[in-house]
């Protein structure tokens, strides 16, 4: 069984940085993808950034030049750095580990607040 745990949300005022963590236990094999996806209230979660084992790296338009995604693949973290944040990034922050070759996975953790307000 894999788990997935994220950390780091809190509270924030807008121009202000926050990091996530989020570290995945388990069976886990090689050429997966790690990301974040956060949901507002009323809203259909979204894509924040991914992060393929391989190196590349998808953002939404939204956070580009914000929000900087890394991995740590020895340990299977991956971070989400945020910066410049605004309060339209305003949500609940989804971990996502996945992989679409066989074996294939899709596992979720259980999130992480993040609210931006002065």
């Known amino acids: 069984q894999v788990q997935v745990v994220e950390s780091g949300g809190g509270l924030v005022q807008p121009g202000g940085s926050l990091r996530l963590s989020c570290a995945a236990s388990g069976r886990i094999f090689s050429s997966n993808v790690m990301g974040w996806f956060r949901q507002a209230p009323g809203k259909q979660r979204e894509l924040v950034a991914d992060?393929?084992?391989?190196?590349?790296?998808n953002y939404a338009d939204s956070v580009k030049g914000r929000f900087t995604i890394s991995r740590d693949n020895a340990n299977n973290i991956v971070y989400l750095q945020m910066n410049s944040l605004k309060p339209e990034d305003t949500a609940r922050y989804y971990c996502?580990?996945?992989?679409?070759?066989?074996?294939?996975?899709?596992?979720w953790g259980q999130g992480t607040q993040v609210t931006v307000s002065s």
């Open positions: 996502n580990l996945r992989r679409t070759s066989w074996p294939s996975y899709d596992y």
């Open positions: 992060s393929y084992d391989g190196g590349s790296a």
